[in-house]
Protein backbone atom coordinates (compact mmCIF):
# COMPACT_ATOMS: atom_id res chain seq x y z
CA UNK A 1 0.00 0.00 0.00
CA UNK A 2 1.77 3.39 -0.84
CA UNK A 3 1.07 6.69 0.86
CA UNK A 4 2.42 9.80 0.71
CA UNK A 5 4.49 11.99 2.94
CA UNK A 6 4.16 15.43 2.27
CA UNK A 7 7.03 18.30 3.44
CA UNK A 8 8.43 22.01 2.75
CA UNK A 9 11.77 22.19 1.51
CA UNK A 10 13.75 24.98 3.04
CA UNK A 11 17.01 26.12 1.45
CA UNK A 12 19.30 27.55 3.90
CA UNK A 13 20.68 30.30 1.74
CA UNK A 14 19.26 32.94 -0.80
CA UNK A 15 22.15 31.23 -2.81
CA UNK A 16 20.96 27.85 -1.92
CA UNK A 17 17.61 28.69 -3.20
CA UNK A 18 17.93 30.55 -6.29
CA UNK A 19 19.90 27.02 -7.68
CA UNK A 20 17.36 24.94 -6.18
CA UNK A 21 14.66 26.85 -8.54
CA UNK A 22 17.24 26.27 -11.00
CA UNK A 23 17.03 22.26 -10.72
CA UNK A 24 13.73 22.45 -11.20
CA UNK A 25 13.09 24.46 -13.83
CA UNK A 26 15.78 22.62 -15.92
CA UNK A 27 13.74 19.30 -14.78
CA UNK A 28 10.93 20.87 -16.21
CA UNK A 29 12.64 22.50 -19.71
CA UNK A 30 13.64 18.72 -19.76
CA UNK A 31 10.24 17.16 -19.58
CA UNK A 32 9.10 19.69 -22.09
CA UNK A 33 11.88 19.09 -24.46
CA UNK A 34 11.69 15.55 -24.31
CA UNK A 35 7.58 15.58 -24.90
CA UNK A 36 8.24 17.93 -27.46
CA UNK A 37 10.53 15.61 -29.64
CA UNK A 38 7.69 13.26 -28.56
CA UNK A 39 4.96 14.50 -29.78
CA UNK A 40 6.91 15.49 -32.90
CA UNK A 41 7.39 11.75 -34.06
CA UNK A 42 3.79 10.58 -32.66
CA UNK A 43 2.33 13.72 -35.52
CA UNK A 44 4.34 11.47 -38.01
CA UNK A 45 2.95 8.34 -39.80
CA UNK A 46 6.13 6.78 -40.30
CA UNK A 47 7.88 7.40 -36.81
CA UNK A 48 7.86 6.73 -33.75
CA UNK A 49 7.70 8.20 -30.32
CA UNK A 50 10.52 5.89 -28.37
CA UNK A 51 13.13 6.88 -31.15
CA UNK A 52 12.84 10.85 -30.02
CA UNK A 53 16.57 11.86 -29.70
CA UNK A 54 16.56 11.67 -25.98
CA UNK A 55 20.64 10.93 -25.74
CA UNK A 56 21.39 14.13 -26.65
CA UNK A 57 19.08 15.58 -24.24
CA UNK A 58 20.66 13.67 -21.02
CA UNK A 59 24.35 14.81 -22.57
CA UNK A 60 22.45 19.04 -22.24
CA UNK A 61 21.06 19.12 -18.88
CA UNK A 62 23.07 16.25 -16.60
CA UNK A 63 25.52 19.41 -15.87
CA UNK A 64 22.16 21.57 -13.96
CA UNK A 65 19.96 18.07 -13.04
CA UNK A 66 22.61 15.38 -12.99
CA UNK A 67 22.31 11.97 -14.75
CA UNK A 68 20.11 10.09 -12.23
CA UNK A 69 17.26 13.22 -12.41
CA UNK A 70 17.72 13.55 -15.94
CA UNK A 71 16.88 9.46 -16.30
CA UNK A 72 14.01 10.10 -14.10
CA UNK A 73 12.04 13.14 -15.81
CA UNK A 74 12.73 11.02 -18.91
CA UNK A 75 11.93 7.75 -17.57
CA UNK A 76 8.87 9.34 -15.78
CA UNK A 77 7.72 10.78 -18.91
CA UNK A 78 7.97 7.55 -21.05
CA UNK A 79 5.33 6.16 -18.34
CA UNK A 80 3.50 9.15 -19.54
CA UNK A 81 3.18 7.74 -23.50
CA UNK A 82 3.04 4.57 -22.13
CA UNK A 83 -0.44 5.07 -19.71
CA UNK A 84 -1.57 7.08 -22.74
CA UNK A 85 -1.23 4.29 -25.52
CA UNK A 86 -2.61 2.11 -23.28
CA UNK A 87 -5.53 3.97 -22.16
CA UNK A 88 -6.28 4.88 -26.10
CA UNK A 89 -6.46 1.40 -26.34
CA UNK A 90 -8.80 0.66 -23.41
CA UNK A 91 -10.94 3.40 -24.21
CA UNK A 92 -11.68 2.39 -27.85
CA UNK A 93 -15.09 3.14 -29.09
CA UNK A 94 -15.98 3.67 -25.43
CA UNK A 95 -15.14 7.65 -24.52
CA UNK A 96 -16.96 10.10 -27.20
CA UNK A 97 -13.29 11.90 -26.15
CA UNK A 98 -9.90 10.55 -27.36
CA UNK A 99 -7.42 10.71 -24.58
CA UNK A 100 -4.98 13.47 -25.35
CA UNK A 101 -0.94 12.68 -25.24
CA UNK A 102 1.17 13.75 -22.21
CA UNK A 103 1.51 17.43 -21.23
CA UNK A 104 4.03 19.99 -21.08
CA UNK A 105 4.42 21.23 -17.79
CA UNK A 106 3.28 24.87 -17.62
CA UNK A 107 2.16 26.87 -20.80
CA UNK A 108 3.05 29.85 -22.29
CA UNK A 109 0.43 32.02 -20.23
CA UNK A 110 1.33 30.95 -16.65
CA UNK A 111 5.25 29.69 -17.15
CA UNK A 112 6.76 26.74 -16.57
CA UNK A 113 5.55 24.48 -13.64
CA UNK A 114 8.95 24.16 -11.76
CA UNK A 115 8.88 20.15 -10.73
CA UNK A 116 11.48 17.24 -10.23
CA UNK A 117 11.30 13.60 -9.37
CA UNK A 118 14.28 12.38 -7.62
CA UNK A 119 14.63 7.88 -8.17
CA UNK A 120 14.29 6.44 -4.57
CA UNK A 121 17.64 5.25 -3.99
CA UNK A 122 19.08 8.64 -4.97
CA UNK A 123 18.03 10.52 -1.90
CA UNK A 124 17.78 10.96 1.78
CA UNK A 125 15.63 12.38 4.49
CA UNK A 126 16.50 12.13 7.89
CA UNK A 127 14.00 13.23 10.69
CA UNK A 128 14.96 14.66 13.95
CA UNK A 129 16.12 18.24 15.78
CA UNK A 130 16.91 18.74 11.92
CA UNK A 131 14.85 17.18 9.31
CA UNK A 132 16.98 17.77 6.45
CA UNK A 133 16.67 16.34 2.66
CA UNK A 134 19.82 15.58 0.38
CA UNK A 135 19.35 15.62 -3.46
CA UNK A 136 21.72 14.92 -6.44
CA UNK A 137 22.34 18.15 -8.40
CA UNK A 138 24.67 18.53 -11.55
CA UNK A 139 28.21 19.56 -11.22
CA UNK A 140 27.81 22.69 -13.07
CA UNK A 141 25.25 23.43 -9.80
CA UNK A 142 28.05 21.69 -6.95
CA UNK A 143 30.64 24.52 -8.53
CA UNK A 144 28.48 27.36 -8.23
CA UNK A 145 27.70 26.31 -4.25
CA UNK A 146 31.18 25.18 -3.98
CA UNK A 147 30.13 21.43 -3.32
CA UNK A 148 32.74 18.71 -3.91
CA UNK A 149 31.81 16.17 -6.37
CA UNK A 150 30.94 13.68 -4.21
CA UNK A 151 28.60 16.18 -2.03
CA UNK A 152 24.89 16.40 -3.08
CA UNK A 153 22.28 19.18 -1.70
CA UNK A 154 21.41 19.23 1.91
CA UNK A 155 18.38 21.28 2.41
CA UNK A 156 16.22 21.49 5.49
CA UNK A 157 12.76 19.75 5.61
CA UNK A 158 9.78 20.81 7.62
CA UNK A 159 6.75 18.51 8.50
CA UNK A 160 5.89 15.26 10.33
CA UNK A 161 6.04 12.42 8.40
CA UNK A 162 2.35 10.44 8.56
CA UNK A 163 3.78 7.50 7.47
CA UNK A 164 7.12 4.89 7.08
CA UNK A 165 7.96 2.48 5.27
CA UNK A 166 9.83 1.65 2.41
CA UNK A 167 10.65 5.09 0.10
CA UNK A 168 9.64 5.84 -3.34
CA UNK A 169 10.65 8.05 -6.23
CA UNK A 170 10.24 11.71 -4.41
CA UNK A 171 8.50 14.48 -6.17
CA UNK A 172 9.57 18.02 -5.60
CA UNK A 173 7.11 20.90 -6.95
CA UNK A 174 7.57 25.05 -6.29
CA UNK A 175 4.46 26.52 -5.41
CA UNK A 176 4.32 29.99 -6.72
CA UNK A 177 1.54 31.01 -4.89
CA UNK A 178 2.93 30.42 -0.84
CA UNK A 179 6.47 30.58 -2.29
CA UNK A 180 7.32 27.57 -0.64
CA UNK A 181 9.37 24.26 -2.13
CA UNK A 182 7.29 21.11 -1.19
CA UNK A 183 8.05 17.59 -0.64
CA UNK A 184 5.88 14.63 -1.84
CA UNK A 185 7.76 10.92 -0.70
CA UNK A 186 5.35 7.90 -1.44
CA UNK A 187 6.03 5.27 0.80
CA UNK A 188 5.60 1.59 0.89
CA UNK A 189 3.50 1.26 3.86
CA UNK A 190 3.81 -2.56 4.90
CA UNK A 191 0.43 -2.71 6.89
CA UNK A 192 -0.99 -5.93 5.95
CA UNK A 193 -4.39 -4.79 8.23
CA UNK A 194 -5.00 -1.93 6.13
CA UNK A 195 -4.64 -3.51 2.95
CA UNK A 196 -7.95 -5.00 3.43
CA UNK A 197 -8.48 -7.50 1.29
CA UNK A 198 -12.44 -6.74 1.67
CA UNK A 199 -11.88 -3.28 0.38
CA UNK A 200 -14.82 -3.63 -1.98
CA UNK A 201 -17.05 -0.79 -1.51
CA UNK A 202 -17.62 1.70 -4.09
CA UNK A 203 -18.25 5.17 -4.69
CA UNK A 204 -19.28 7.89 -7.24
CA UNK A 205 -18.50 11.38 -7.68
CA UNK A 206 -20.88 14.41 -8.94
CA UNK A 207 -18.40 17.52 -10.02
CA UNK A 208 -20.52 21.02 -9.44
CA UNK A 209 -19.94 24.20 -9.66
CA UNK A 210 -20.72 25.46 -6.89
CA UNK A 211 -19.80 22.31 -5.03
CA UNK A 212 -17.39 20.88 -6.76
CA UNK A 213 -17.28 17.87 -5.54
CA UNK A 214 -20.05 15.54 -4.00
CA UNK A 215 -19.38 11.99 -3.13
CA UNK A 216 -21.53 9.07 -1.67
CA UNK A 217 -19.50 5.90 -1.01
CA UNK A 218 -21.47 2.36 -1.01
CA UNK A 219 -21.10 2.47 3.05
CA UNK A 220 -23.75 5.25 3.74
CA UNK A 221 -21.14 7.82 3.84
CA UNK A 222 -21.51 11.05 1.91
CA UNK A 223 -18.68 14.30 1.18
CA UNK A 224 -19.78 17.54 -0.06
CA UNK A 225 -16.36 20.15 -1.05
CA UNK A 226 -17.40 23.61 -1.23
CA UNK A 227 -16.22 25.59 -3.97
CA UNK A 228 -18.02 28.80 -3.86
CA UNK A 229 -15.12 31.26 -2.12
CA UNK A 230 -12.32 29.26 -4.04
CA UNK A 231 -14.50 30.58 -7.24
CA UNK A 232 -14.91 34.24 -6.30
CA UNK A 233 -11.72 34.27 -5.66
CA UNK A 234 -10.85 33.32 -9.12
CA UNK A 235 -13.39 35.74 -10.27
CA UNK A 236 -11.90 38.39 -8.74
CA UNK A 237 -8.59 38.32 -10.22
CA UNK A 238 -10.07 37.77 -13.33
CA UNK A 239 -11.51 40.67 -12.93
CA UNK A 240 -8.23 42.40 -12.10
CA UNK A 241 -6.76 40.78 -14.76
CA UNK A 242 -9.24 42.18 -17.08
CA UNK A 243 -8.62 45.98 -15.72
CA UNK A 244 -5.21 46.08 -15.77
CA UNK A 245 -5.73 44.59 -19.47
CA UNK A 246 -8.04 48.04 -20.09
CA UNK A 247 -5.14 49.68 -19.08
CA UNK A 248 -2.75 48.48 -21.78
CA UNK A 249 -2.43 50.61 -24.36
CA UNK A 250 -2.03 48.06 -26.89
CA UNK A 251 -4.75 45.55 -25.56
CA UNK A 252 -3.21 42.44 -27.28
CA UNK A 253 0.12 43.00 -25.26
CA UNK A 254 0.29 41.64 -21.80
CA UNK A 255 2.50 42.92 -18.91
CA UNK A 256 4.52 41.48 -15.90
CA UNK A 257 1.83 42.34 -13.60
CA UNK A 258 -1.17 40.13 -15.42
CA UNK A 259 1.18 37.03 -16.12
CA UNK A 260 1.91 37.32 -12.71
CA UNK A 261 -2.23 37.55 -11.65
CA UNK A 262 -2.99 34.29 -14.63
CA UNK A 263 -0.09 32.09 -12.84
CA UNK A 264 -1.51 33.01 -9.67
CA UNK A 265 -5.09 32.33 -10.72
CA UNK A 266 -3.97 28.84 -12.23
CA UNK A 267 -1.57 28.12 -8.86
CA UNK A 268 -4.14 28.95 -6.19
CA UNK A 269 -6.68 26.58 -8.33
CA UNK A 270 -3.80 23.77 -8.66
CA UNK A 271 -3.53 23.61 -5.12
CA UNK A 272 -7.00 23.61 -4.08
CA UNK A 273 -7.62 20.93 -6.47
CA UNK A 274 -4.59 18.69 -5.64
CA UNK A 275 -5.60 19.26 -2.15
CA UNK A 276 -9.12 17.88 -3.14
CA UNK A 277 -8.13 14.73 -4.66
CA UNK A 278 -5.33 13.49 -2.00
CA UNK A 279 -8.10 14.41 0.88
CA UNK A 280 -10.90 12.65 -1.25
CA UNK A 281 -9.25 9.50 -2.21
CA UNK A 282 -7.38 9.11 1.30
CA UNK A 283 -10.86 8.83 2.58
CA UNK A 284 -12.17 6.54 -0.17
CA UNK A 285 -9.12 4.04 0.42
CA UNK A 286 -10.27 4.28 4.34
CA UNK A 287 -13.75 3.39 3.82
CA UNK A 288 -12.54 0.65 1.69
CA UNK A 289 -13.01 1.85 -2.05
CA UNK A 290 -12.16 -0.38 -4.49
CA UNK A 291 -14.03 1.46 -7.70
CA UNK A 292 -15.17 5.35 -8.19
CA UNK A 293 -17.60 6.04 -10.63
CA UNK A 294 -17.27 9.45 -12.56
CA UNK A 295 -19.52 11.06 -14.91
CA UNK A 296 -17.55 10.79 -18.85
CA UNK A 297 -16.63 13.93 -19.53
CA UNK A 298 -19.34 14.59 -22.66
CA UNK A 299 -21.82 13.53 -19.89
CA UNK A 300 -20.48 16.44 -17.53
CA UNK A 301 -20.26 19.49 -20.28
CA UNK A 302 -23.91 18.58 -21.41
CA UNK A 303 -26.40 17.71 -18.49
CA UNK A 304 -28.02 20.34 -16.32
CA UNK A 305 -25.61 23.09 -16.82
CA UNK A 306 -26.40 26.26 -17.80
CA UNK A 307 -23.52 27.50 -20.36
CA UNK A 308 -22.46 30.10 -17.82
CA UNK A 309 -21.79 27.11 -14.79
CA UNK A 310 -20.83 25.16 -17.99
CA UNK A 311 -17.81 28.02 -18.76
CA UNK A 312 -16.96 28.48 -14.93
CA UNK A 313 -17.02 24.71 -14.90
CA UNK A 314 -14.30 24.39 -17.57
CA UNK A 315 -12.10 28.11 -16.99
CA UNK A 316 -11.99 27.48 -13.39
CA UNK A 317 -12.79 23.75 -12.14
CA UNK A 318 -10.31 22.60 -15.16
CA UNK A 319 -12.29 19.15 -15.41
CA UNK A 320 -9.80 17.07 -17.30
CA UNK A 321 -6.90 18.50 -14.97
CA UNK A 322 -9.24 17.02 -12.52
CA UNK A 323 -10.07 13.95 -13.51
CA UNK A 324 -6.14 13.21 -14.69
CA UNK A 325 -4.84 14.11 -11.18
CA UNK A 326 -7.69 11.77 -10.05
CA UNK A 327 -6.47 9.30 -11.93
CA UNK A 328 -3.17 9.40 -10.73
CA UNK A 329 -3.50 9.73 -7.30
CA UNK A 330 -6.63 6.92 -7.65
CA UNK A 331 -3.82 4.41 -9.27
CA UNK A 332 -1.18 5.02 -6.40
CA UNK A 333 -3.83 3.79 -3.74
CA UNK A 334 -4.91 0.71 -6.07
CA UNK A 335 -8.38 2.59 -6.49
CA UNK A 336 -10.06 2.13 -10.22
CA UNK A 337 -11.69 4.96 -11.61
CA UNK A 338 -14.50 4.25 -14.30
CA UNK A 339 -16.16 6.66 -15.92
CA UNK A 340 -19.74 6.20 -16.65
CA UNK A 341 -22.76 8.32 -18.15
CA UNK A 342 -24.56 9.84 -15.37
CA UNK A 343 -27.84 10.76 -17.37
CA UNK A 344 -30.98 11.95 -15.69
CA UNK A 345 -28.88 11.36 -11.91
CA UNK A 346 -29.43 15.41 -11.18
CA UNK A 347 -32.68 15.11 -11.69
CA UNK A 348 -33.97 12.23 -10.31
CA UNK A 349 -35.82 11.66 -6.84
CA UNK A 350 -34.16 9.18 -4.85
CA UNK A 351 -37.01 8.65 -3.32
CA UNK A 352 -39.86 7.51 -5.70
CA UNK A 353 -37.77 7.52 -8.73
CA UNK A 354 -39.20 10.56 -10.22
CA UNK A 355 -37.26 12.37 -13.32
CA UNK A 356 -39.80 14.61 -15.30
CA UNK A 357 -41.63 15.87 -12.00
CA UNK A 358 -38.47 16.97 -9.80
CA UNK A 359 -37.44 20.49 -9.81
CA UNK A 360 -34.09 21.47 -9.43
CA UNK A 361 -33.35 24.93 -8.22
CA UNK A 362 -29.53 25.97 -6.97
CA UNK A 363 -28.26 24.02 -4.53
CA UNK A 364 -31.71 21.80 -3.78
CA UNK A 365 -33.89 19.19 -5.11
CA UNK A 366 -37.40 18.75 -4.82
CA UNK A 367 -40.26 16.15 -5.51
CA UNK A 368 -44.11 16.41 -5.67
CA UNK A 369 -43.82 13.04 -3.53
CA UNK A 370 -42.12 15.48 -0.53
CA UNK A 371 -38.56 14.44 -0.65
CA UNK A 372 -36.05 17.33 -0.49
CA UNK A 373 -32.36 17.01 -0.85
CA UNK A 374 -28.98 18.60 -1.80
CA UNK A 375 -29.14 18.43 -5.50
CA UNK A 376 -25.55 17.18 -5.48
CA UNK A 377 -25.01 15.11 -2.70
CA UNK A 378 -28.52 13.35 -4.84
CA UNK A 379 -26.96 13.23 -7.57
CA UNK A 380 -23.85 11.40 -6.58
CA UNK A 381 -26.36 9.18 -4.79
CA UNK A 382 -28.74 8.41 -7.63
CA UNK A 383 -25.28 8.02 -10.06
CA UNK A 384 -23.63 5.27 -7.42
CA UNK A 385 -27.27 3.32 -7.20
CA UNK A 386 -27.28 3.15 -11.20
CA UNK A 387 -23.97 1.29 -10.71
CA UNK A 388 -24.01 -0.87 -7.76
CA UNK A 389 -27.71 -1.81 -5.72
CA UNK A 390 -25.88 -2.49 -2.25
CA UNK A 391 -25.38 1.30 -1.19
CA UNK A 392 -26.13 0.49 2.51
CA UNK A 393 -28.47 3.66 4.11
CA UNK A 394 -27.05 7.05 4.29
CA UNK A 395 -25.26 8.71 6.97
CA UNK A 396 -25.09 13.25 7.80
CA UNK A 397 -22.68 13.92 5.28
CA UNK A 398 -19.79 15.61 5.79
CA UNK A 399 -19.22 19.16 4.68
CA UNK A 400 -15.46 20.25 3.84
CA UNK A 401 -14.48 24.19 2.83
CA UNK A 402 -11.14 25.59 1.82
CA UNK A 403 -9.03 27.64 3.63
CA UNK A 404 -6.98 28.64 1.65
CA UNK A 405 -4.25 25.75 2.67
CA UNK A 406 -6.46 22.67 2.93
CA UNK A 407 -9.51 21.50 3.79
CA UNK A 408 -11.27 21.80 6.42
CA UNK A 409 -14.30 19.93 8.03
CA UNK A 410 -17.39 21.70 8.63
CA UNK A 411 -20.32 20.83 10.88
CA UNK A 412 -23.26 22.85 8.85
CA UNK A 413 -23.92 22.32 5.27
CA UNK A 414 -23.76 25.52 3.16
CA UNK A 415 -26.76 27.76 3.28
CA UNK A 416 -29.43 27.36 0.10
CA UNK A 417 -30.56 31.08 0.64
CA UNK A 418 -27.00 32.59 0.27
CA UNK A 419 -26.43 30.45 -3.11
CA UNK A 420 -29.21 31.61 -4.11
CA UNK A 421 -27.72 34.84 -4.67
CA UNK A 422 -24.09 34.31 -5.12
CA UNK A 423 -25.03 32.15 -8.34
CA UNK A 424 -27.14 34.99 -9.96
CA UNK A 425 -23.69 37.03 -9.51
CA UNK A 426 -21.84 34.45 -11.53
CA UNK A 427 -24.09 33.96 -14.22
CA UNK A 428 -23.92 38.12 -14.81
CA UNK A 429 -20.54 38.86 -16.03
CA UNK A 430 -21.77 42.67 -16.62
CA UNK A 431 -21.84 43.39 -12.97
CA UNK A 432 -18.37 43.73 -12.45
CA UNK A 433 -17.16 47.20 -11.33
CA UNK A 434 -14.13 48.89 -11.40
CA UNK A 435 -14.85 50.49 -8.22
CA UNK A 436 -14.91 46.65 -6.66
CA UNK A 437 -11.68 45.90 -8.35
CA UNK A 438 -9.28 49.16 -7.30
CA UNK A 439 -11.06 48.51 -3.65
CA UNK A 440 -9.94 44.84 -4.02
CA UNK A 441 -6.75 45.63 -4.81
CA UNK A 442 -4.74 43.67 -2.15
CA UNK A 443 -1.72 41.65 -2.56
CA UNK A 444 -3.35 38.26 -2.04
ZN1 LIG B 1 -40.03 11.64 -5.30
Known sequence: MKRVNQFDVRPRSEKEREVFKRWLDASASLWNETNYARRQNFLEDDKNVWDADTGSLEGKYKGVLSSSVVQQIIRKNSEAWRSFFSSNKYHAGKLDEKPSPPGYWGNEEDGRVLRTYVRNDQYTIEYGKRSRLEVPIGSELKDELGLNRNQRLRVEVAGDPKWSGEQNRLEIVYDELAETFRAFQPVT??????????????????????????CTVSTGSQLLYEGRSLFEQFRETTERIAYYQSLLENQRESSKRIDRLYRKRTNRRDHAQDSLVRELVERLYDEGVSTLYVGDIKGVLSTHWSPHVNEKTHNFWAYRRFIDRLEDVCEEYGITVEGESEAWTSQECPKCGEREETIRQEDSLTCPCGFEGHADLVASESFLRQQNNAVRPMARPVYLKWNNNEWREHHNPPSVAVETTANEEYTDQSTTTSENIALGDSDD
Request: net charge negative; glycine share 4%.
Open 189 to 214: VDDSRLDSPLASEEAALDVGANNLVA
